[in-house]
């Protein structure tokens, strides 16, 4: 069970740390998204065997952490490479230090060919930054380390609701592009998965994707919020993995679309209580 320490409102964003020594909420968030994206790619580099797992934890450490800490005292690269290199440890899947700190500066550095030798000066400003950081990122997390992941949920869903293994894929993916915003502090492991199979229903091109009646009374979601918070996963997919000029964008559409769903499953709601990233999935599934 989450601890409810780590849940927040969104009016509480208004006065993190970070906002209350002089930046803006829009500045925070895109910092949040910068240092997401930063860990995602060291992860990607470094081929964890347990690569969603680690970033999920990864995530949830950094995005907790900017709730306790300012952005203007600890760069966020800094503390996402501390958050990854902790989630390595939590989920079992270390990596040498020697690698994980050279990969660190190559993608911060955005010089994949960089190589930082174990006696450079660079490489133990890396190295003693991190090793720092990293007491402090336990003491900030209160040494709470134990996570539950939108992941798990979606796995059990994808019993209890009899998906095809494509469907819950695709909600897999939603899941992975949405780690930069820090919906882990405002809604809880089970909501977000939810979320994530109604954008999966959504935008299967496969009629048999369609979802079961009454879904939301079998995995016990409120369905309301979860077509809030789908529309949101949807409009924060949008605006950082742009498509194709040629590819539509559906969030206008699923808009009006989520309000129709929202407005059937309430009303069937109503009327029951009166009478009574594919690579990455597959891993984890199998």
């Given at each position: 069970m989450v601890n409810d320490?780590?849940?927040?409102?969104?009016?509480?964003?208004?006065?993190?740390?970070?906002?209350?020594?002089?930046?803006?909420?829009?500045?925070?968030?895109?910092?949040?998204?910068?240092?997401?994206?930063?860990?995602l790619a060291i992860a990607s580099k470094l081929n964890f065997t347990r690569p969603?797992?680690?970033?999920?934890?990864?995530?949830?450490?950094f995005h907790r952490f900017f709730m306790r800490q300012s952005m203007q005292r600890f760069h966020v690269y800094d503390i996402a490479a501390t958050s990854l290199f902790v989630a390595t440890k939590v989920e079992e899947c270390t990596r040498r230090i020697k690698d994980f700190v050279n990969v660190c500066a190559q993608k911060?550095?955005?010089?994949?060919?960089?190589?930082?030798?174990?006696?450079?000066?660079d490489f133990?400003?890396?190295?003693?930054?991190?090793?720092?950081?990293?007491?402090?990122l336990l003491q900030t997390l209160c040494f709470d380390i134990a996570i539950e992941h939108p992941q798990a949920c979606l796995?059990?869903?994808?019993?209890?609701?009899?998906?095809?293994?494509?469907?819950?894929?695709?909600?897999?993916i939603f899941l992975y592009q949405s780690l930069g915003a820090p919906l882990c502090l405002l809604y809880k492991p089970k909501t977000i998965a939810a979320a994530a199979l109604v954008l999966a229903w959504q935008f299967s091109e496969n009629d048999q994707q369609a979802p079961p009646e009454n879904w939301w009374e079998v995995i016990?979601?409120?369905?309301?919020?979860?077509?809030?918070?789908?529309?949101?996963?949807?409009?924060?997919?949008?605006?950082?993995y742009p498509r194709k000029p040629s590819t539509p964008h559906h969030s206008s559409s699923f808009h009006q679309h989520s309000s129709s769903q929202h407005h059937q499953s309430s009303s069937?709601?109503?009327h029951h209580s009166s009478s009574q990233p594919q690579q990455h999935y597959q891993q984890q599934h199998h």
């Open positions: 320490q780590w849940y927040f409102s969104k009016d509480d964003f208004l006065c993190t740390p970070s906002v209350m020594e002089g930046m803006t909420v829009q500045q925070e968030q895109m910092d949040r998204t910068k240092g997401c994206l930063y860990l969603q797992l680690a970033v999920a934890t990864a995530c949830t450490f911060a550095q955005k010089n994949d060919r960089l190589q930082l030798t174990e006696d450079s000066k133990n400003k890396w190295k003693d930054t991190m090793l720092c950081n990293e007491t402090i796995l059990d869903m994808e019993k209890e609701l009899g998906l095809s293994q494509a469907c819950t894929r695709r909600a897999w016990g979601v409120d369905p309301g919020q979860v077509y809030e918070l789908a529309v949101e996963m949807l409009e924060f997919d949008e605006e950082h069937s709601q109503s």
